[in-house]
């Protein structure tokens, strides 16, 4: 099995700190109604950053014993789960990992709350379910829907980056 070293480790929470700084960021331009994926497609680098630091943290922790020994009924056990997960991780680090997992939960809930999903449609701007049309929106409204379905998605990434990092953490 493949082992990493801290000095990989470090650099990897590294860039999941940026990571997490970078889909903030884009969640408060979100806020504002300004849609900043004109530049660079956002998705595409949180995604691959998530893949990476994901990737990580599975073989990270496959090295720890308390996770291998841990039968199936023990891990359906939030508290023992997340111990032996971040056994060692300082106090400050599993307190960010928990709240950039209730924001993303929370942010997540919102969205699946929602109906469909936004897009523009013979010209018109429209809440729609696979083409079906639910809704027609004015342009406010067209903001205001697609900055939501944009604060979730990203709320996603904050999560995953966030849980991932926080056990990565040397």
């Given amino acids: 099995m493949t082992k990493l070293n801290d000095t990989i480790k470090t650099v990897l929470a590294i860039i999941g700190g940026l990571g997490i700084a970078y889909g903030f960021y884009i969640y408060l331009n979100a806020i504002d109604f300004i849609d900043s994926t004109g530049g660079i497609p956002f ?18 922790l496959n090295q720890i014993g308390d996770m291998k020994t841990m039968d199936f009924k023990t891990r359906l ?5 997340w111990g032996a997960m971040y056994k060692g991780t300082p106090k ?54 697609k900055s939501k379905e944009l604060k979730s998605i990203t709320a996603a990434h904050i999560l995953f980056l966030g849980m991932g990092t926080g056990i990565l953490y040397p």
């Fill in 43 to 60: 998705p595409i680098p949180l995604s691959i950053t998530g893949f990476v630091i994901w990737l990580a943290a599975i073989l990270t």
């Fill in 77 to 81: 056990n939030p508290i023992k789960f």
């Fill in 92 to 145: 400050w680090v599993l307190i960010l990992a928990i709240a950039a997992f209730i924001f993303g939960m929370v942010n997540i809930g919102l969205m699946i709350s929602s109906f469909g999903v936004t897009g523009i449609i013979d010209g018109k701007y429209v809440v729609h379910n696979h083409g079906q049309i639910i809704k027609e929106l004015t342009e406010q409204e067209y903001l205001i829907e």
